[in-house]
């Protein structure tokens, strides 16, 4: 039996955090898939917990009028996936949603979930940073948008105050419309395993050369992370071999790459380097450039 | 702490307590005797614990048994008829020889049984990637592919490589 000592769930967002700014020591659960992995094994314990399973509002997944993506915190991976709007839009994050853990995790673990547990594998994580997404937190008293940047402090850590709820992930039009984008999990088995890098890159092309480029990397440092000097470097480079070259160089001085039972920190640049140029060929093409022979 | 919560398994209506810290494996293992579902891992990453709820595969070592309210969960022991014959499923695991030790056979059976009734068409590599979340240590999982394909025949298509390809 888990180590719980009480479960309270909420039907909507206001009644969560009305439960929350009464009792701060509620731990939020979503899908389970973090929480009652920690309370197995010891890292959480005495736990009381706050379900958000049965606010179906969360769920939602739609694009507003202004074209801002909005993906309610509790939409499942499963769902992500399957989303025809999100593949269509932002394929980057439903690759990243399909590459995580198996099936049956996919049908309960949500992305909010995901984020909020603050891991630098996260599979969804690097396409979120790459996409500039924001996040939107609830507390009893009002609300605020958060970049997903500012939101990830160290490992497990995140910028969620106490009462606050995590409930919606916004990405705006100027941050995805015109641009490609490709997402690579690079992992020992196919299914079922942690990311020993994850890459997602967006790009916007004009005429041979790129207009802009964003990199998102996860477990390259203790958070996921942007490489914002090769992202900057490559603003209206021509689209070459040396450009893709230098970029991959840079991204690694992103990198705050470690040695882990996974992968060494040196393999992990190695592959921060290669990966971060594969990514960029192919998001070149889905751009509508031309593609490098 | 305990909360009433009702919910049908295999048909069958169930209405009592549960302690807030069970897992829904506990309760159909412990209360109710579906021991089908099998314990393995017990942090969801093995499989040999899935049971459809509503129709979906879901790992019930990490199911808050309190989540079951109002679901219709479905086991291993609601998938033969209540005859005794086995579905046709159950019939292409035996048939393909897709069974060994038998531990991760149930989650299998009820995911691929999820897939069948889902009138779907999958790729091969979508079959597979259905199947991941279940390890299987005994067969190589060649011949639970086998059986998969078999269960699916007919949705299975464009894998000019499968053994059910019918080009």
Not at chain 2, 12 to 21: I, M, P, Q, S, T
Not at chain 2, 81 to 90: C, F, I, R, T
Not at chain 2, 93 to 99: K, L, R
Request: hydrophobic content about 40%; aromatic content about 6%.
């Amino acid at each position: 039996m888990y180590d719980i000592k009480g479960y309270y769930d909420a039907e909507t967002v206001s009644e969560a955090t009305a439960l929350l700014a009464e009792n701060p020591n509620l731990k939020l659960i979503a899908g389970g898939t973090d929480v009652l992995i920690k309370l197995h094994g010891g890292q959480l314990e005495g736990a009381e917990l706050l379900g958000l399973r049965k606010i179906k509002s969360l769920e939602h997944i739609r694009v507003a009028d202004d074209g801002t993506i909005v993906i309610g915190a509790m939409a499942t991976f499963s769902t992500v996936f399957n989303n025809p709007i999100l593949r269509e839009l932002i394929p980057i994050l439903t690759e990243a949603a399909i590459s995580m853990g198996g099936p049956q995790i996919r049908n309960i673990a949500t992305i909010g979930g995901n984020v909020c547990n603050g891991a630098t594998s996260a599979d969804s994580a690097s396409s979120l940073f790459a996409l500039n997404a924001q996040l939107k937190l609830q507390a009893k008293n009002g609300e605020r948008l958060v970049p997903i940047r500012e939101f990830y402090l160290g490992p497990g850590k995140v910028a969620l105050n106490p009462g606050e709820i995590l409930t919606e992930i916004l990405i705006a039009p100027e941050d995805y419309k015109g641009f490609g984008g490709q997402y690579i999990k690079f992992s020992m088995r196919e299914a079922m395993d942690i990311a020993t890098l994850g890459v997602a890159v967006v790009c916007k092309v004009q005429s041979g050369n790129f207009a802009e480029v964003r990199i998102g990397l996860g477990v390259a440092g203790p958070t996921p992370l942007r490489c914002l000097e090769a992202e900057e470097y490559a603003k209206g480079k021509k689209i070459s071999s040396e450009t893709l070259a230098e970029i991959g160089k840079l991204a690694v001085k992103s990198a705050k790459a470690r040695t882990s039972w996974r992968a060494s920190k040196e393999y992990r640049e190695h592959l921060v380097e290669e990966l971060t140029q594969r990514a960029l060929k192919i998001a070149v093409v889905n751009a509508g450039g031309a593609e490098l022979v | 702490m305990f909360k009433r919560i009702a919910f049908t398994v295999n048909g069958k209506a169930y209405n009592f307590e549960v302690d807030v810290r069970e897992s829904l494996l506990d309760v159909l293992r412990n209360h109710l005797g579906f021991t089908g579902a099998k314990q393995g891992c017990s942090v969801g990453e093995c499989g040999a614990c899935s049971v459809l709820i509503d129709g979906t595969p879901y790992d019930t070592c990490i199911y808050l048994a309190v989540w079951a309210d109002g679901k219709e969960i479905r086991t291993i022991e609601g998938v033969a008829a209540k005859n005794g014959e086995l579905s046709d499923v159950q019939k292409a695991f035996v048939e393909e020889g897709a069974v060994q030790c038998g531990f991760c056979t149930p989650g299998l059976v009820l995911t691929t049984t999820a897939m069948a009734e889902s009138g779907k068409e999958f790729t091969q590599d979508e079959v597979k990637r259905e199947l991941s979340g279940h390890l299987c240590r005994c067969t190589g999982y060649q011949n639970i592919l086998k059986a998969a394909e078999k269960s699916l025949e007919g949705h299975v298509c464009t894998c000019v490589d499968s053994p059910h390809y019918k080009g």
